[in-house]
């Protein structure tokens, strides 16, 4: 665990050599990848940095590369999650002086690859087991649910837990967990399904036993949850926003610098997308705290997109005529949102967000 993250102590981050682990076990072929019990891991104390000089050699020594060895990451005991921490940069944050949601997604999908490289699974960026990669398949996501319940600010110290458990014959699905580091409160929480797709074809393709074998000895055995609680915001039906819509921004067209490793706009910038079209009065006036986005077809670098946003009126969020559920509705708002390619009116993906009222 990290020592001396409050305000008033220096940052403390783990010496090149503090973590060592020994992957045993085979998958895949005969291929030798480690297993959930075949971790071993001994942990030195935390000291603090002096200087990083001398971190190449003693992360050659601990059989690490510089990147692993720096990284303030690590798999649980278990094995069956990992978590990592994060100083928040100055760059991360927006206007109200704290994390921006784009920030969060990008900290989660990070803290997400890292997990599937700390269990032995390719650096592509497709997170792939040995059988996807030799039939070409890999992972997409479906839909992807955030609630933010404070945001941290520039600065600030946050650890993110995540896990992957299977979802059915069709996917996989992966949780978080995000805490303040200092003080272990839970400032957020996180989940998304993925599916599976012929990297080729681009068609889907149900999870295959031998794949589901590679990737399941690493998910808990029973399931575990981000959202518990029944009936949740994760799991509810986003219906199709009818035009025309109150709000929109047409043509917005992805930048070279939105495409990722795999020649594909990022998931994080159909983030930046729906919340173009936002009304500005929210933005000055409220803050995000929950979004959810379903993912319909894919976006290339030469498309241009269409952002359309109209307030829902819902009956589950009726204030019921009580005093309290009247504040909350005027504190409160909730928007749909749709994404469509702009040459064929494609939709790309729906989503629907939650705005709280700013503190300032």
Not at 85 to 99: D, H
Not at 199 to 219: A, G, I
Not at 231 to 245: F, H, T, W
Not at 262 to 275: A, D, M, S
Request: charged share 25%; aromatic share 6%.
């Amino acid at each position: 665990m990290l020592k001396g993250c409050a305000a008033a102590g220096p940052i403390r981050v783990r010496e090149a050599g503090a973590v060592q682990c020994r992957r045993l076990g085979t998958a895949g072929g005969g291929r030798r990848l480690p297993t959930a019990a075949s971790v071993r891991c001994s942990r030195s104390e935390v000291a603090p940095v002096t200087g990083l000089a001398a971190a190449p050699a003693a992360a050659e020594g601990a059989g690490m590369g510089l990147a692993e060895s720096l990284r303030l990451g690590r798999l649980v005991e278990d094995g069956l999650s990992y978590k990592e921490s994060f100083i928040v940069r100055c760059y991360e944050v927006g206007i109200n002086k704290t994390a921006t949601v784009e920030t969060i997604a990008n900290l989660l999908q990070e803290v997400g690859c890292n997990h599937a490289q700390s269990v032995g699974f390719s650096t592509d960026g497709f997170a792939t087991t040995p059988t996807m990669r030799k039939l070409r398949l890999i992972w997409v996501t479906s839909r992807m649910h955030i609630e933010i319940y404070k945001y941290p600010a520039w600065g600030d110290v946050v650890e993110i837990e995540t896990w992957c458990q299977g979802e059915g014959r069709i996917g996989t699905r992966r949780d978080w967990i995000i805490k303040d580091l200092p003080t272990g409160e839970v400032i957020g929480r996180a989940t998304s399904k993925w599916v599976m797709m012929n990297q080729d074809t681009r068609k889907l393709q149900r999870v295959s036993d031998e794949v589901r074998e590679e990737y399941l000895v690493f998910c808990p055995r029973t399931p575990r949850l981000a959202f518990p609680e029944e009936d949740n915001g994760s799991v509810k039906k986003i219906p199709k926003l009818q035009e025309p819509a109150e709000h929109s921004r047409l043509e917005l067209v992805p930048r070279r610098a939105d495409l990722d490793m795999n020649q594909h706009v990022n998931n994080v910038t159909y983030i930046g997308w729906v919340l173009e079209s936002m009304p500005q009065e929210i933005i000055d006036t409220h803050e995000l705290q929950t979004i959810t986005l379903d993912y319909r077809r894919e976006c290339q670098h030469d498309d241009m997109v269409d952002s359309l946003t109209s307030l829902e009126l819902s009956d589950d969020y009726s204030t019921n005529g009580s005093a309290i559920g009247k504040q909350h509705k005027k504190e409160h708002h909730h928007f749909l949102h749709f994404l469509r390619l702009s040459s064929t009116r494609l939709e790309i993906n729906r989503g629907r967000t939650e705005w709280r009222k700013l503190v300032r």
